[in-house]
Nanobody
Framework: QVQLVESGGGSVQAGGSLRLSCAAS????????MGWFRQAIGEEREFVSA????????RQADSVKGRFTVSRDNAKNTVYLQMNSLKPEDTAVYYC???????????????????WGQGTQVTVSS
C-alpha cells in the first residue's frame, strides 16, 4: 500500500504558474503509474495528466496540453505537475493517484487508480 500527499497548491493570477508535488510513502513509487485529477466545485472529478512507471509514456487532457507537464523522480518517490499559463477554469482541488495499470490507454479513468491523496487546492483569479 502507498500513501500519497500533495503539496504546492495555492492562489495565483491568470497566466501564472504553480508546481504541484505528490510525495509517496509506504512503497516505491516506481511500482505505479501516476495520475493527476482535479475536481471543481459542483463538477465531477476529471483526468488531467498521467505518467508511466519510469516516465516513458505520458498522457494529458486536451484542456491542459501545452500548459501542464507531468514528471516524476522515483529516487525521491515524488511526482510533479508543472502548471503554466494558468486559467480561471483550472481552479479545482487537484489529486494525485497511483495505478497498477501498465496500459497508458487506461490512465484516463479514475477507477484504474487504487490509491489517492487528500488533494490540494488551486485557485486561479482573473
Amino acid at each position: 500500500q502507498v500513501q500519497l500527499v500533495e503539496s504546492g497548491g495555492g492562489s495565483v493570477q491568470a497566466g501564472g504558474s504553480l508546481r504541484l508535488s505528490c510525495a509517496a510513502s509506504g512503497r516505491s513509487l516506481s511500482s505505479y503509474a501516476m495520475g493527476w485529477f482535479r475536481q471543481a466545485i459542483g463538477e465531477e472529478r476529471e483526468f488531467v495528466s498521467a505518467i508511466s512507471r519510469f516516465g516513458s509514456s505520458t498522457r494529458q487532457a486536451d484542456s491542459v496540453k501545452g500548459r501542464f507537464t507531468v514528471s516524476r523522480d522515483n529516487a525521491k518517490n515524488t511526482v510533479y505537475l508543472q502548471m503554466n499559463s494558468l486559467k480561471p477554469e483550472d481552479t479545482a482541488v487537484y489529486y494525485c493517484a497511483a495505478s497498477r495499470s501498465y496500459d497508458p490507454a487506461r490512465y484516463y479513468y479514475h477507477h484504474e487508480y487504487a490509491y489517492w491523496g487528500q488533494g490540494t487546492q488551486v485557485t486561479v483569479s482573473s
